[in-house]
């Protein structure tokens, strides 16, 4: 796609980029001795020739129709970018925060999770409009209004903001896979296994927009349905869920269950998704000449994000109300009884280790929640908890790292090309949660656990056959993925196109690169 097909419709009141650059308030072709002396404005248009993740190379159309009032095929139309927002409201962090919640609190706290969501909606409608009035995602807003070094402390404010979110997410994904493979795979090799799968997803945005919107539809899908189910096998007392969410009181809460109140609110509320959702908005193709357009946005906008978080809260709620009916007031000896009979009695006596006469209370997380559901309801509810687990690992990770490219191009005024920005902008994320999977959570997880397999030889070699072909596979979508997103050394090698690329693709990226505005 070249600068003056992407601008010249003008189709987002944008005005086009022009050779000389200094008539609609363009830089991209002024030297650079003359771009350093331009303040950036509102109205001055960055990164003409940088493709973005998500809708690089097209948007949404919304169809025109004569009817008057509201209209589901435009509802269509808009419906994606709240859906990828609300992935952050089910990451593996605010799984974990409900499991607590409902161990430590049983249902009290349900309407902190309630008007956290409400206020999280406020929060998320203001990013979108912002996203929609101005064409300018949060991020590059803030390049515009502040100067240089308030600009990059809040940047890394925020980078630091996606790598705590982003540990929680990875952790949890290691843990699903640890779950699922049945303690085969550590945690360390669990996270960069998520590390490569994330990178996989993200190619799958040159398949087009909407493919990637299914895609995380899919995820969310699988999330209510697997957390759905854990819910249906408890059976908690529905009369104790409704005054959880509508009754704004905490009774006989001591200061375990206030801290695990604004523990919830944190887990929700995240201040990178603002920016992630004020820049998913620009995927659709609104003319923002038209205040009538602008309106019609917002308003449909916000249903879509209405929708989104309601799905997102009764999947959390989902999660609380299983753990407060099976964990709340629960010692680790209750739960080891419970497990005697059980194939994962072993992993149980390692997990809930009781140093207090037999009156330690369950401290629940992921792993825990995972193997009680196992002893209570069997094997199949443990393996449908990891499911659900993955999916909202895999899910988040690949939004938190859209958000964390946002941030960075919007903040920075980047140039680079797409897969570089990627590839940055993960590693930032992804260095401290390997390390710490590695040395840390690695240590209780995996040595007193995984030394006790005793697995065959022959299937240890099927498995690391396996294994070794995955990551390949993996791997090879990975350079694909780079070549696509105009890595100049791999379109130009001639193994990479005979072997990576189709012809057509090598040659229509070649002319890509070619009539981009360096």
């Given at each position: 796609m070249s600068v003056n097909k992407a601008y010249s419709a003008d189709q987002n009141g944008e005005a086009p980029t022009t050779s000389a650059g200094t008539s609609n308030g363009s830089t991209t072709n002024l030297p650079a001795h003359l771009q350093r002396q331009i303040v950036a404005t509102e109205q001055t248009h960055l990164k003409a020739s940088t493709k973005q993740a998500y809708f690089a190379d097209e948007k949404i159309t919304i169809p025109q129709t004569d009817r008057v009032g509201f209209s589901w095929h435009k509802l269509w139309a808009f419906t994606g970018p709240g859906f990828l927002m609300s992935i952050a409201y089910l990451d593996p962090g605010n799984i974990e925060s409900d499991l607590q919640s409902g161990?430590?609190?049983k249902y009290k706290i349900l309407w902190v999770l309630l008007w956290a969501t409400i206020l999280g909606l406020l929060m998320q409608r203001l990013a979108a409009r912002l996203g929609v009035v101005t064409g300018l995602h949060l991020a590059e807003m803030c390049y515009r209004q502040y100067k240089k070094l308030p600009r990059l402390i809040l940047w890394v404010m925020i980078e630091i903001a996606i790598i705590g979110s982003d540990m929680q997410e990875v952790i949890g994904t290691a843990i699903a896979i640890y779950l699922l493979s049945n303690k085969f795979v550590p945690l360390w090799l669990g996270t960069l296994i998520t590390i490569?799968?994330?990178?996989?997803?993200l190619f799958l945005d040159k398949y087009g927009l909407r493919k990637l919107e299914f895609l995380f539809g899919v995820l969310i899908t699988i999330m209510a349905v697997t957390f759905g189910y854990e819910y249906i096998v408890s059976a908690p007392d529905q009369m104790e869920v409704i005054k959880g969410m509508f009754i704004p009181w905490c009774k006989?809460?001591?200061?375990?269950?206030?801290?695990?109140?604004?523990?919830?609110?944190?887990?929700?509320?995240?201040?990178?998704?603002?920016?992630?959702?004020?820049?998913?908005?620009?995927?659709?193709?609104i003319d923002r000449r038209q205040s009538a357009k602008v309106r019609e946005a917002n308003y449909y906008f916000f249903i879509e994000a209405s929708v989104a978080l309601f799905v997102s809260f009764i999947i959390n709620l989902f999660v609380v109300a299983?753990?407060?009916?099976?964990?709340?007031?629960?010692?680790?000896?209750?739960?080891?009884?419970?497990?005697?009979?059980?194939?994962?009695?072993?992993?149980a006596k390692n997990s809930f280790v009781d140093n207090n006469n037999g009156n330690d209370l369950i401290d629940?997380?992921?792993?825990?929640?995972?193997?009680?559901?196992?002893?209570?309801?069997?094997?199949?509810?443990?393996?449908?908890w990891g499911i659900g687990i993955l999916a909202a690992g895999q899910s988040s990770t690949m939004t938190g790292?859209?958000?964390?490219?946002?941030?960075?191009?919007?903040?920075?005024?980047?140039?680079?090309?797409?897969?570089?920005?990627?590839?940055?902008?993960?590693?930032?994320?992804?260095?401290?949660?390997?390390?710490?999977?590695?040395?840390?959570?690695?240590?209780?997880?995996?040595?007193?656990?995984?030394?006790?397999?005793?697995v065959t030889g022959v299937i240890l070699a099927v498995v690391c056959v396996f294994a070794i072909l995955y990551l390949l596979f993996n791997l090879y979508l990975v350079i694909h993925m780079a070549a696509c997103m105009g890595n100049r050394f791999l379109t130009n090698s001639q193994l990479i196109q005979k072997y990576v690329l189709p012809s057509q693709n090598s040659f229509s990226i070649k002319n890509a690169n070619s009539t981009y505005v360096r």
């Open positions: 161990a430590i609190a490569v799968d994330t990178f996989t997803f006989d809460c001591n200061s375990r269950v206030l801290l695990q109140a604004v523990g919830v609110v944190g887990a929700v509320i995240m201040p990178h998704n603002l920016y992630l959702h004020s820049a998913l908005v620009k995927s659709r193709d299983v753990f407060a009916h099976g964990m709340y007031g629960q010692t680790n000896n209750d739960v080891l009884e419970v497990c005697q009979n059980r194939s994962m009695y072993e992993d629940a997380d992921l792993y825990k929640g995972g193997l009680f559901l196992g002893c209570t309801f069997g094997a199949a509810a443990m393996f449908i790292t859209y958000a964390g490219q946002f941030s960075m191009e919007g903040f920075l005024n980047l140039q680079w090309p797409r897969w570089r920005r990627v590839l940055f902008t993960r590693l930032i994320a992804i260095v401290p949660t390997f390390l710490l999977a590695f040395f840390r959570v690695n240590l209780y997880f995996v040595i007193n656990q995984v030394e006790a397999l005793n």
